[in-house]
């Protein structure tokens, strides 16, 4: 289940750092009710050491924005910013529905928001359809990312390696996300006949975030996803790769 959710501020431009990605998070768990953004932020959906928030949502959209260093005597001087047209709006999506339900009846309630400094308002919430398939045989769509994929793993020192679309890893890995993520939703192994992921362009478009002083490095761009219906559909909702809770794999059926 997806929605967009647009804000608009009364007060010009709004500016944020360049790294806001931890601000949307914020406001999503400030929406939703005390127990729901608690069980989502400590608990959510357990895969042996794994916990899943089964949320996503992509970067903010506007009709005109443009990137800026922070002047030397701000509080966060020469810092990399971006200054955002009003309204502004995001996508949000996941495969529980209670989530969706619950934050957009909670936004339409109390319709103030505050994004880092801004204090902006809401002006809509728009449920949006979600894919068809005109069957569950294996079959392939073109996607495009909403947020960038992420895709990693960590040694026993604690280095952390990253894939690129282009490593041979890459599939494999998501692949093997996507079922540990399916079977903590839905309680049994997904049908992966098939499944594969192909980037469409020859060269990689890494985006690398800040999150609240963790470097995440992820990749932007256009792929082919080959599977079952049910897990393209799961993965359309819940998001492709790791970090979905944090602004990572959020994708759309082109």
């Known amino acids: 289940m997806r929605v967009r959710i647009e804000l608009g501020s009364t007060n010009g431009p709004i500016v944020l750092p ?20 608690r069980r989502l932020h400590d608990a959510g959906w357990e895969y042996g050491k794994r916990r899943f928030k089964m949320f996503t949502f992509s970067q903010l959209y506007a009709t005109r924005s443009e990137r800026f260093l922070s002047a030397a005597s701000s509080p966060q001087p020469q810092k990399r910013h971006l200054r955002l047209s009003s309204p502004t709006w995001f996508f949000l999506s996941s495969p529980e529905q209670q989530i969706i339900q619950e934050l957009a009846q909670s936004l339409l309630l109390d319709k103030q928001a505050k994004l880092g400094n801004n204090m902006l308002q809401l002006s809509s919430v728009t449920v949006l359809p979600s894919p068809e398939f005109s069957s569950d045989e294996v079959t392939t769509v073109d996607i495009r990312t909403m947020s960038p994929i992420t895709v990693y793993k960590t040694d026993e020192t ?15 890995y ?9 079977t903590a939703y839905a309680g049994h192994e997904p049908d992966l006949t098939g499944f594969d992921i192909v980037p469409v362009d020859e060269r990689d478009h890494p985006v690398t975030i800040d999150f609240k002083g963790t470097m995440i490095r992820g990749y932007a761009g ?5 599977g079952r219906a049910e897990l393209l559909r799961f993965l359309y909702d819940a998001g492709l790769g790791s970090k979905n809770s944090e602004g990572c794999g959020m994708i759309e059926f082109q």
């Open 222 to 226: 256009e792929f082919h996803l080959t």
């Open 18 to 37: 360049e790294n806001y990605n931890y601000f949307l998070q914020a406001y999503v768990y400030a929406s939703l009710s005390t127990a729901l953004a």
């Open 158 to 172: 604690h280095h952390t390696t990253y894939f690129s679309p282009h490593d041979a890893a890459f599939a494999s």
């Open 174 to 182: 998501i692949r093997e996300n996507a079922r540990r993520k399916f």
